[in-house]
């Protein structure tokens, strides 16, 4: 079969390589990075991220809120308490797979491509960062996330400011009478100890910042990250030619990979 693929003037060695190569660049040149911002109900999320989006390039966000099952599926105890803030309650392994296929091929989501940032000069080999903000208030206690994050944020919030925030908001269902003391803050506590306990590289972040300062303050980290992205990307340079393969590590490729024919 490879053989006959071979043979065929269509499939000639040729343009297998071109295939080749053209995927190596396409994979080389893309990277992705994942940024969690979790934290308590109404801390600012869905605000920051939202204004993260606005000034950072190529950036999207999948919101946690948009996988919540339905009403008749999440379950209710004795109290007569709909228990929506458990992971039980949510579609996991849909956001999973959501992240997962938007890492597998981010620049289908539509984002418009960043300017060139990291230039080979004479061969115009341009590094596309794509940038992922996963926002929503039960983001580290479930494992099969925990591999995918460059960076994670945790909002928090006192009580009583929690509290007051969440009384302004409606949700679908509306919170019953005594629901933020009897489930809301219980779970919210239960998650963040249980996160403090097993995770250490979390950004911790006081919600009760102004929306500016929190913004420059992530932003600014978010950069720093960006950075030691582009400063770790390596370059492979394909040639069946010994010495235009030597000139082109002389012009900034790092790795070479010599075809003998
Ligand atoms: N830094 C902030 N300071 C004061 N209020 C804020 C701040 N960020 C967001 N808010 C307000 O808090 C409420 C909840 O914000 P939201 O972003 O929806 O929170 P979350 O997505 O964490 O539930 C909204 O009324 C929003 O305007
Ligand atoms: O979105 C829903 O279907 C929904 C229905 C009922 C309640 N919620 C609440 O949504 C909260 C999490 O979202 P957020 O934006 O407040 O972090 C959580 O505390 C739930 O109690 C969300």
């Known amino acids: 079969m490879l053989l006959s693929l071979l043979l065929n003037e269509e499939f000639s060695l040729a343009t297998i390589f071109d295939r080749e190569k053209e995927e190596l660049r396409r994979k080389q040149t893309m990277k992705v990075l994942v940024i969690g911002l979790g934290g308590v109900t109404n801390g600012g999320k869905t605000t920051l991220a939202k204004k993260l989006k606005k000034v950072l390039p190529n950036c999207d966000i999948i919101s946690q809120d948009d996988f919540f099952k339905p009403e008749s599926e999440v379950e209710t105890d004795e ?3 709909k228990l ?7 579609y996991m392994d849909d956001m999973v797979k959501s992240i997962r296929n938007w890492m597998k091929n981010p ?7 960043e300017e060139p940032q990291n230039t080979c ?6 590094v596309h960062v794509y940038i992922l903000i996963v926002e929503g208030f039960l983001l580290y206690n479930y494992e099969p996330l925990n591999e995918l994050w460059n960076r994670r944020y945790f909002l928090t919030l006192p009580y009583e400011e929690c509290k007051r925030r969440r009384s302004t908001r409606v949700y679908q269902p509306a919170d019953t009478p005594g629901y933020f003391d009897g489930h809301v803050w219980p779970m919210y506590l239960k998650y963040k100890n249980e996160l403090e306990e097993n995770a250490s590289n979390v950004v911790y972040l006081d919600g009760t910042k102004s929306q500016e300062e929190l913004l420059s303050c992530v932003y600014s980290d978010i950069i720093q ?3 030691k992205l582009r400063e770790g990307i390596s370059y492979i340079f394909i040639s069946q030619n010994k010495n235009q393969a030597t000139d082109m590590k002389s012009q900034g490729w790092t790795s070479l990979i010599m075809i003998e024919m």
Do not use: C, I, M, Q
């Open 225 to 227: 990250e960006l950075k």
């Open 121 to 126: 000069d004479n061969l115009k080999n341009t």
């Open 79 to 81: 109290r007569g308490f």
């Open 84 to 90: 929506y803030d458990v992971l039980d309650a949510l």
């Open 107 to 113: 620049a289908s989501s539509g984002v418009v491509t």
